[in-house]
């Protein structure tokens, strides 16, 4: 594979970086980008308005936080891929078989993953179908209740719309599948269709008129009762932009004129926008410039 002549000095260096990207999240709508800083040895957020830093290529397991709040490195600096925890340290922190999160093997009631309580309560609470829309694009999606606007936020959504709730993961997972298959929309979408929205002005009567239809299509389907749309508008940049972001490789070097985030994307200007997924920083290695 090609590789410019800053990933090669990056990957050259990398051992060296000082910061090792734990977690990306949002608090409202302020992201957040959690880093344990070697130097220091403490955890902080690194100011994503500075944008100015290089990304490792090599993906080490972030570790975890005790229950009191004080972070621990992985002690086997295991080399990580799908997820940014290794299986041990998962297992001590939250979850035992980390595909659950996405596809619950069972309701919690007798967890078959030998999960702590903590965990299995996440997988009994309540959960929420929900419709999210990206401009007039929609997917279908499922969250626990207490969470689903911070997860919608998450994902740069525009506006989203619950459409029925279930006792449990399993059984909202369950319905998730079913309704996407009956009602013919998407899971996912794709990031490069994603991020051309970002140089559209939302089209909120094309949202509503969608949803409208969607809401009449649903009616006496047991499971749903579909509510009002719900707007996410805060995020911290203006839109639309003057042209569609181009999206980065996460490993390389990003600097630019920072522009702001939406979901999981840092928009910055460097000879044209450029799209950064942040959500795939969290278990490199980070280096200011």
Excluded at 255 to 274: M, N, Q
Aim: charged share 30%; glycine share 8%.
């Amino acid at each position: 594979m090609f590789q410019t002549a800053d990933q090669i000095l990056i990957e050259k260096n990398e051992g060296k970086f000082p910061l090792h990207a734990l977690d990306f999240s949002w608090d409202g709508f302020e992201p957040q980008l959690e880093c344990y800083d070697s130097r220091s040895d403490g955890v902080s957020d690194l100011d994503l308005k500075e944008f100015r830093f290089s990304v490792g290529k090599k993906r080490i397991c972030i570790g975890q936080f005790t229950k009191d709040g004080e972070y621990r490195p992985c002690p086997d600096h295991a080399v990580v891929d799908k997820f940014a925890q290794c299986p041990k340290c998962s297992r001590e922190s939250f979850l035992p078989d980390q595909e659950c999160v996405f596809n619950p093997k069972c309701d919690g009631v007798d967890p078959k993953c030998g999960a702590d309580e903590s965990a299995v309560e996440f997988c009994r609470r309540e959960h929420v179908l929900y419709v999210a829309f990206y401009n007039t694009s929609m997917k279908i999606g499922m969250s626990s209740t207490r969470r689903v606007e911070k997860r919608l936020i998450e994902q740069g959504a525009d506006a989203f719309a619950i459409l029925g709730k279930a006792k449990n993961r399993l059984e909202v997972r369950r319905l998730e599948n079913e309704m996407s298959s009956r009602l013919g929309i998407p899971q996912a979408l794709k990031q490069d269709d994603l991020l051309r929205n970002f140089a559209r002005k939302v089209d909120e009567s094309g949202i509503m008129e969608r949803y409208e239809k969607l809401v009449k299509d649903t009616r006496g389907i047991i499971q749903l009762s579909p509510e009002e749309v719900r707007w996410l508008d805060g995020y911290p940049i203006e839109l639309p932009l003057e042209s569609v972001p181009r999206l980065q490789e996460t490993f390389g070097r990003h600097k630019g004129r920072f522009v702001g985030v939406k979901g999981k994307w840092a928009i910055y200007e460097s000879g044209g926008l450029r799209a950064l997924n942040l959500s795939y920083l969290p278990a490199r290695f980070l280096s200011r410039e």
